[in-house]
């Protein structure tokens, strides 16, 4: 049984020394100490949490990443049919329509307006 410095001796407590609350409070500061680490570990921005916030961002970065490959092979595959070697004319005649908006004189242009509008 423990004996405070305040408490009456008893028959228990008799010829032991009473327990002193100093000398407890390094080892409640040491707990405390513990136990904010650990809450850290857990919750923190450094901790458990965070690193399942980091994995989340990971994998939609890796799916932005898989798109944007995806892209660049397209535009590869555009050069390649654009290249001296190996020049598609009708590729080229429809870039020259989109971009340019060229059109040959044989053709005639219709211009869809939005009945909305008027």
């Not at 904010?36 to 799916?63: I, N, V, Y």
């Not at 598609?88 to 044989?106: I, M, P, S």
Request: charged share 30%; no cysteine.
């Amino acid at each position: 049984m423990i004996r405070f410095v305040t408490s009456r001796p008893s028959s228990r407590t008799v010829g032991q020394e009473p327990l002193r609350l100093r000398r407890l409070v390094p080892s409640f500061v040491l707990l405390l100490a513990i136990g904010g680490l650990a809450m850290q570990a857990l919750q923190g921005e450094r901790g458990w949490r965070g690193w399942e916030d980091l994995e989340q961002e990971k994998a939609s970065l890796q799916f932005e990443l898989q798109a944007l490959k995806a892209g660049n092979d397209e535009l590869h595959q555009q050069v390649d049919l654009l290249s001296d070697d190996a020049l598609n004319l009708d590729f080229l005649d429809e870039r020259a329509r989109l971009v340019l908006g060229l059109v040959a004189r044989d053709e005639t242009i219709v211009f869809k307006t939005d009945p909305r509008l008027n």
